[in-house]
C-alpha cells in the first residue's frame, strides 16, 4: 500500500538542476517518482508521473515544442501513461517483456536487451522487480543512473536491491544488479536516482553512487 504520507512530499515538480526535474509519487504506481531529463535533440520523461493539467502544462513548457520520449522502467510505473500519450502524443518506450500491457497506445516501441536514445541515453533490461524491468544510464556529463525499483532508498545514500511481495524473480533481480555493475563504465560513478519512494522527508534528491549496497530480503 501507498502511506497517507505521500501527500508530505507536495504536489508539485521540484527542479533539481537546469537539465533535471522529479515529479511527486504516483499514488496508482505505489509511490512510484517520475523523472524529467531536459537533453537534446529528445528530451525523455521516466515512468508516468501523476496526470494532471498542471503536470501537462510543466511537461509542454519542459519540452519546448520538441517530441519528448516517454521511458517506462517497469509494469509498476505505467500509472495513466494512456492518458499522457493522448494528451501529448509521445512515443512511448518499455523492454519487450510489457509491450503487451499497453495495447492501446499508437507510438509505442520496444527493446530487448539494450537500447540507445537519440540523446545518446542507454537503457537495459534488468527483470527482477518485474519481468520487463530496465534502468536508463545518462553518461556523462550528466552521469545519472535512473534505476527504477531495481535499488530502493531506504534513506539518503543507501540503496539495495529489496525482494517484497511484489517481486517478480528475486534471482533474477540478484544476477540484474550484477549485470548492472559491470554493464556501467568502469571510470564512472554515476549519481543514483530511484523510482521508489523515500518517505516524508523526500525531496526527490540524488543518491550518491557510495550508497549502493548489497541486496536483502524484506519480505521472504
Not at 537539465?19 to 505505489?30: D, E
Not at 520538441?66 to 494528451?87: C, I
Not at 523515500?198 to 543518491?207: A, E, F, I, V
Amino acid at each position: 500500500m501507498v502511506p497517507n504520507s505521500l501527500d508530505d512530499f507536495g504536489n508539485c515538480a521540484q527542479p533539481l538542476n537546469d537539465w533535471l526535474w522529479v515529479f511527486p509519487p504516483n499514488r496508482l504506481c505505489y509511490g512510484n517518482r517520475a523523472w524529467w531529463i531536459g537533453c537534446s535533440p529528445q528530451p525523455v520523461l521516466i515512468d508516468c508521473p501523476p496526470i494532471t493539467q498542471e503536470t501537462i502544462s510543466l511537461l509542454k513548457t519542459l519540452s519546448v515544442d520538441r517530441e519528448a520520449l516517454v521511458v517506462l522502467t517497469s509494469r509498476e510505473a505505467h500509472g495513466r501513461v494512456l492518458d499522457l500519450h493522448n494528451e501529448l502524443g509521445w512515443p512511448v518506450l518499455v523492454q519487450e517483456q510489457e509491450e503487451y500491457l499497453l495495447p492501446g497506445i499508437s507510438k509505442l516501441s520496444s527493446f530487448s536487451e539494450e537500447h540507445v536514445t537519440k540523446s545518446g541515453l542507454r537503457l537495459l533490461w534488468t527483470p527482477g522487480p518485474t519481468p520487463g524491468s530496465c534502468v536508463l544510464y545518462a553518461p556523462a556529463p550528466l552521469n545519472v543512473l535512473f534505476c527504477g525499483r531495481l535499488l530502493i532508498p531506504l534513506k539518503l545514500n543507501h540503496l539495495v536491491g529489496v525482494r517484497t511481495k511484489r517481486t517478480f524473480h528475486w534471482t533474477r533481480q540478484k544476477k540484474s544488479l550484477k549485470k548492472l555493475r559491470q554493464w556501467l563504465p568502469r571510470d564512472q560513478r554515476p549519481a543514483l536516482a530511484s523510482g521508489a519512494w523515500r518517505g516524508p522527508s523526500d525531496g526527490g534528491k540524488l543518491d550518491d553512487w557510495e550508497g549502493w549496497q548489497e541486496p536483502y530480503v524484506l519480505h521472504p
